[in-house]
Each structure stands twice: as C-alpha cells, then as structure tokens.
C-alpha cells in the first residue's frame, strides 16, 4: 500500500512555544489530507481536513488559529500547534487520499506530542 | 450523530484460537463500515471495509467482518491467531462518500498469549 510518513514520532515541547509537525505521502500525490487527535482511551477525532492549495476546513471546536494547517503541496501537510499548553498533549495522527471522491485514506504513524 | 462502541478494551486470546472483536455503531443512514489495525509505532492499515453487497468481507491477514443491520454490529473475526496479530484494532464508520470523515471506535487491544 501507499506510505505516509510522519515527522517526528515523538516531541517534547515547553508550554508556551510553537511545535510543527509534518505529513508527508511518500509515493503517491495527495489531493486531500486530514488530521487526527488521540487522547489516552479515546477515539481518534478529526481535527481538519485539507486540500492542496486551498483553506483547511475544521471540525466543531477545534481553534483554527491554534492548530495551524498548511497544504502547500501534494505530498505534504504540516500541523503547527501554537501557543502549546500541556492540555494539547496528545497523539497527532495525519491520513492522505489520493485524488478525489471515494478512494481509501493512508494514515502515517502518529506523532506523540508532550507540552511541559 | 454517528457513533462507534467497541465494548471491549483489552482482550487476551491464545496463539490458534478463534478471535471474535466486537463493534455496534449507530448511524441513521447506511453506513460504511471499516476495520483498521494499528502496530506500536506504525500508522493504521485497512483491514477490510463495507460499503454494500454481501454482508461478509474478507479482508488481509485472514481477517472477515460480517455486517448486521438489525444488530447495527460488524464484528470482526479471524479463525485463528497468529502471535503477529497483536496490536490494537480500530472499527469506524464512514459517512457520505465512504473513506471520509471517519469516525472511530475508542480501539481494542488484542493480546496474543502463547
């Protein structure tokens, strides 16, 4: 299947700073891209969903101004949490579609994001 | 609004014996229903989905699922258990157009016991 990699793993940040994380699609280009956040024993829960060259569309109550998403191209999607508190802690999980309507979603690895 | 149940968090199963992991979802609409395994440290992987037709799938590694409607269930199976299938599982449900807007289950960790 198709690979999409996700940059880092793992990040330890203090409160207050800026943290990126990116979403890369490593063989195949990547019309559509969405973003998912994991509590501990929790669902994953989207956060946005973005298409290359174009405004991410956010989910019911989460802060546009705070969980920055860019798209700027096909193969890759970044996810800027500003302005961290340790509240944001959790487990960032990003997906990619290739083209559009109904074809499967390729999910990365997840980034596990601390604030302290 | 449409929700996963997966009753079960952890669940431990002994290497060759049947597996049967549970999933109710509720959903006004015909709903598509979908299976992922998640590795430590690996992204989620597509076991097997529903969109229509049969209500059994077959899907990779020698997983099936069967979708019953009077139930709102799509319980997943595997006939026998290979150590290499530990790892946690993930049923969601799809809206619309099939693959987006996923909505998931809280997971079940599947623990293979020698």
């Known amino acids: 299947g198709a690979v999409v990699s996700q940059h880092p793993s793992w990040v330890i940040c203090k409160s207050g700073t800026s943290v990126k994380i990116e979403c890369r699609s490593l063989d195949f280009q990547a019309t559509t891209m969405f973003w998912y956040r994991q509590f501990p024993k929790q669902s994953l829960m989207l956060m946005a969903t973005s298409n290359e060259g174009s405004k991410a569309t956010y989910e019911q109550g989460v802060e546009k101004d705070k969980f920055l998403i860019n798209h700027a191209s096909l193969t890759l999607s970044t996810l800027t949490v500003t302005s961290a508190h340790p509240e944001d802690s959790s487990f960032y999980i990003c997906s990619a579609r290739p083209g559009r309507g109904n074809t499967e979603a390729f999910f990365g690895q997840g980034t596990r994001l601390t604030v302290v | 609004a449409q929700s996963v149940t997966q009753p079960d968090i952890h669940i431990t199963v002994s290497e060759g014996a049947s597996l049967e992991l549970r999933c109710n979802y509720s959903y006004g609409a015909t709903p598509y229903l979908f299976w992922y395994v998640q590795s430590p440290g690996q992204g989620l992987q597509l076991l097997l989905k529903?969109?229509?037709?049969?209500?059994l799938v077959q899907g990779i590694k020698g997983f099936e699922a069967e979708f019953k409607r009077s139930q709102s269930s799509f319980n997943l199976r595997k006939p026998s258990v290979h150590w290499s299938d530990a790892a946690e599982y993930f049923c969601a449900v799809g809206l619309n157009s099939g693959y987006s807007t996923l909505t998931f289950g809280k997971g079940t960790m599947l623990l293979v016991s020698p």
């Open positions: 529903y969109f229509s037709g049969d209500t």
